[in-house]
């Protein structure tokens, strides 16, 4: 078993800055792809951005990219995503995940076996 839990969201104004973090704890983290997604009202979880066991890959939506970082500290089983330029479009709860049986870099969702609870980012304009 492997339990995520995110942090990090809140309220910003269009053009402000988040960065969310995903503690990890209980099975490998250090040796499981990782990744970010997103669903707002309405629409479906959407891949944000995805990182490899070690960091050396990553992947990013096209409407993130330029503007969101993920990057990941295995020392203190951590994922980050660092969101630069938020947009109203940015809105949505974002989850963390792991899917545990890979190195490299997952898209869809359905690879991921761990998903985190969520966290609120809201983005006025």
């Known amino acids: 078993q492997m339990q995520l839990v995110e942090s990090g969201g809140g309220l910003v104004q269009a053009g402000g800055s988040l960065r969310l973090s995903c503690a990890a704890s209980?099975?490998?983290?250090?040796?499981?792809?990782m990744g970010w997604f997103r669903q707002a009202p309405g629409k479906e979880r959407d891949l944000v951005a995805a990182?490899?066991?070690?960091?050396?890959?990553?992947h990013y939506a096209d409407s993130v990219k330029g503007r969101f970082t993920i990057s990941r500290d295995n020392a203190k089983n951590t994922l980050y995503l660092q969101m630069n330029s938020l947009e109203p479009e940015d809105t949505a709860v974002y989850y963390c995940?792991?899917?545990?049986?890979?190195?490299?870099?997952?898209?869809?969702?359905?690879?991921?076996?761990?998903w985190g609870q969520g966290t609120q980012v809201t983005v006025s304009s």
């Open positions: 995940a792991a899917a545990s049986t890979a190195y490299t870099i997952r898209i869809l969702a359905s690879l991921y076996d761990y």
């Open positions: 209980g099975r490998t983290f250090s040796s499981s792809a």
């Open positions: 990182i490899s066991w070690n960091g050396g890959s990553t």
